[in-house]
């Protein structure tokens, strides 16, 4: 166990009451973990009966408790789990959204009622995932008014600890620009933009960070940020690393912020050393401050999840270990505790939460647990 990479099956829909699980994302705190998703109740659509869904371990993601609903309503679609820890209470913080189960993503994106219709959540765990606040809804503090589409997450968020905003909590987030009257809302996708919410209370109040529009059609390289991941860098810097939704490119773009996410030093530019389809990966950094990236490496194609890492900077990325060499699409990060079984010293592990199957990249979503050894000099 101690050198090579472990993998399971965390959530099976298999007798489950739901037909699929999408859209995982993974925090710890010491040896509690807990893995996030969407269970979707009578298909793989992303509309539809959706509940965010929750299991736990308590030894590091070795053994894990039953599958339990964390937010749910009735006929409504409730997604895209962005769970971060309170660094000062140590609660878990979750933000999601919901809407109405028989609107379609595609609507969402360009009806004049979608500012109503997607809204904006809030809960809180004071006992590591036990127990859960209701959601309280806090839509009008972080979404415009001529936002359709939005999504929080997804994966995990951060808390930052250097500099002037120590303590501010971070959601990387990403909304649709509402066509105008007469303007083509097609193809969707050039009216996606990226942004992020962030609170400087321990996640009891939230507002808007920076927001990155791009709305051109006629521009084949056009940056259409979306589902973006956020880490905090060795100086203090916020790095996103994002979706690029809907490009002709192949691979990632990025962005960094010098004050805590209100701003971007520039927009965003492509990750040339990557290989990705258009999809979401997630992000964390290293303890020797390197950053790993977890997404399918194949363009145009969601398989062969693997990892990227790059320098402290964010910059220098290279491919490091396979994770899957099938179908596979989203995943989440986290730094996991030792493996109790390792007899050799008690490094810590990194783990990949992911989408994953032999047929099908949603299938199941599966826990890979590697030593932080692999990862060394590239992986």
């Known amino acids: 166990m101690s050198s090579s990479l472990h993998s399971e099956v965390i959530f099976d829909p298999a007798d489950s009451g739901y037909h699929t699980y999408r859209i995982p994302a993974l925090i710890n705190s010491g040896p ?3 893995a996030f998703c969407e269970g979707r109740v009578s298909s793989g659509s992303d509309s539809g009966k959706i509940d965010i869904v929750l299991r736990r371990s308590t030894d590091g993601g070795t053994t894990w408790g039953p599958v339990t609903v964390v937010h749910t309503t009735d006929d409504a679609t409730c997604g895209n789990p962005a769970p971060v820890i309170d660094p000062a209470s140590g609660d878990v913080v979750l933000l999601s959204v919901r809407n ?4 379609t993503e595609k609507q969402l994106h ?3 009622n979608a500012y109503t219709a ?6 809180r765990s004071t ?3 036990q127990t859960w606040s209701e959601p309280a809804e806090i839509t009008d503090t972080v979404k415009r008014r001529t936002w359709g589409w939005y999504a929080t997450g997804p994966c995990h968020g951060i808390a ?3 500099g002037p905003h120590a303590g501010r909590l971070l959601i990387p987030a990403n909304h649709s620009v509402i066509p105008e009257p007469g303007q083509d809302p097609q193809p969707r996708h050039r009216f996606s933009g990226g942004h992020c919410i962030v609170s400087d209370d321990g996640g009891r109040s939230w507002r808007i960070g920076f927001v990155d529009d791009h709305v051109d059609d006629a521009d084949p390289e056009a940056i259409n940020p979306n589902e ?4 905090e860098l060795a100086d203090g810097r916020v790095y996103f690393n994002t979706r690029n939704f809907g490009s002709r490119l192949s691979g990632r773009v990025h962005a960094w912020s010098g004050n805590g996410g209100d701003e971007l030093e520039q927009g965003y530019r492509s990750v040339r050393a990557t290989v990705a389809p258009d999809v979401q990966a997630a992000l964390l950094r290293l303890p020797d401050d390197r950053l790993v990236l977890s997404t399918p490496r194949a363009a145009g194609r969601r398989v062969r999840l693997g990892l990227y890492l ?3 900077r964010g910059t220098g990325w290279r491919r490091g270990p396979l994770i899957h060499s099938g179908p596979a699409a989203y995943s989440d990060l986290a730094l996991l505790p030792a493996d109790p079984g390792d007899a050799t010293g008690g490094e810590g592990r990194l783990g990949v939460l992911y989408e994953a199957g032999e047929q099908r990249a949603y299938e199941q979503i599966r826990l890979a647990r590697l030593p932080l050894s692999m990862l060394a000099n590239g992986g």
């Open 32 to 34: 509690t973990v807990l």
């Open 100 to 103: 109405p189960a028989a609107l």
């Open 110 to 112: 360009v009806d004049d």
């Open 118 to 123: 997607r809204r904006v959540f809030l809960q």
């Open 127 to 129: 006992d590591l995932g």
């Open 160 to 162: 930052l600890s250097r």
């Open 228 to 231: 973006s991941a956020a880490v």
């Open 310 to 312: 790059a320098n402290a």
